[in-house]
């Protein structure tokens, strides 16, 4: 029986990105056995992305957001609209910024096949990707605690660190142990949150075998140029901006109430002081 993979997916207002990434993802040669649906959620955007994908791509299920989601948010609707409509076997995270080269998701399943042949434990490849088609740089992946990047290496390798969201495969197994992202969060942290939850229920993650596409690096939208005091305090309620819900929230969840009101000093003194 084939085993089948949920790709979830949100979007707001970039278009021509977003077809980019599923024409990639739709050239995609599946391991056998495999077959994937596509579940995307458009946040409201003006460009009508969602409109335009369902109709250069029939396949690929649309689901219309409030206009207010963002990443974290988008993503678990996507998720929950999937996880209801069939019981997949795997669940991949996938930014539509995010470009697969030829045989990406394949080598994405052998690891995990290749893995899963070692050790009978469930288990999530992440995919690892450059800032651009020519470039060694390996901005998306998985991060060790010290702040370097793991590089691929030839085969599948366990890290205890936090790992980006651009293209994770993740097995019903664990998606049964710790549900899905959690929707709490407005953009950010939502899959940093997530490896942090992998650890702390013993649920290893690997940085898959080799690069398998490439994403421009995010800059981020924090900006203090031209802000006067009013306007760098605005920054701690904007999703994209400081945003200190989210900070808050990931501190609570998994540092304590110490660790958050230290870290609520430390982002307003930072709007304060008007520099990172």
């Known amino acids: 029986m084939s085993k089948r993979i949920a790709v979830l997916m949100t979007c707001y207002n970039r278009v021509d990105t977003t077809l980019e990434c599923l024409r990639?993802?739709?050239?995609?040669?599946?391991?056998?056995?495999?077959?994937?649906?596509?579940?995307?959620?458009?946040d409201g955007s003006p460009d009508k992305t969602g409109e335009k994908v369902k109709s250069a791509y029939?396949?690929?299920?649309?689901?219309?957001?409030?206009?207010?989601?963002?990443?974290?948010?988008?993503?678990?609707?996507?998720?929950d609209k999937a996880a209801e409509a069939y019981d997949y076997d795997f669940y991949l995270w996938l930014?539509?910024?995010?470009?697969l080269n030829e045989g990406a998701l394949k080598s994405l399943v052998e690891d995990y096949e290749c893995v899963a042949t070692e050790e009978n434990q469930a288990h999530v490849i992440v995919g690892s990707f450059?800032?651009?088609?020519?470039?060694?740089?390996?901005?998306?992946?998985?991060?060790?605690?010290?702040?370097?990047?793991?590089?691929?290496?030839?085969?599948?390798?366990?890290?205890?660190?936090?790992?980006a969201g651009n293209c994770?495969?993740?097995?019903?197994?664990?998606?049964?142990?710790?549900?899905?992202?959690?929707?709490?969060?407005?953009?950010?942290?939502?899959?940093?949150?997530?490896?942090?939850l992998m650890v702390e229920h013993n649920i290893p993650f690997y940085c898959g075998s080799k690069v398998?596409?490439?994403?421009?690096?995010?800059?981020?939208?924090?900006?203090?140029?031209?802000?006067?005091?009013?306007?760098?305090?605005?920054?701690?309620?904007?999703?994209?901006?400081l945003c200190l819900h989210d900070a808050l929230l990931y501190k609570i969840r998994h540092s304590g109430l110490h660790r958050a009101i230290l870290s609520f000093l430390h982002i307003v003194f930072i709007a304060i002081r008007g520099r990172i």
């Not at 690929?60 to 974290?72: A, I, S, Y």
């Not at 800032?131 to 890290?159: K, T």
């Not at 490439?214 to 305090?233: I, S």
């Open 24 to 42: 990639r993802l739709f050239a995609q040669d599946v391991l056998g056995g495999y077959s994937f649906d596509v579940w995307l959620v458009d």
């Open 58 to 79: 029939p396949l690929v299920n649309v689901v219309k957001g409030t206009g207010k989601l963002f990443w974290c948010k988008g993503m678990r609707l996507a998720w």
């Open 95 to 99: 930014n539509d910024d995010t470009m």
């Open 130 to 163: 450059a800032n651009s088609p020519d470039s060694e740089f390996i901005p998306y992946g998985i991060e060790y605690p010290d702040g370097h990047r793991v590089m691929p290496n030839g085969s599948p390798q366990q890290v205890i660190g936090l790992f």
């Open 168 to 196: 994770v495969l993740i097995p019903k197994e664990v998606y049964c142990q710790i549900g899905p992202i959690c929707g709490k969060f407005k953009h950010g942290y939502g899959d940093v949150d997530y490896s942090k």
């Open 212 to 241: 398998i596409g490439w994403c421009p690096t995010n800059k981020g939208t924090v900006n203090f140029e031209g802000k006067n005091l009013w306007g760098r305090l605005q920054l701690l309620w904007d999703p994209k901006g």
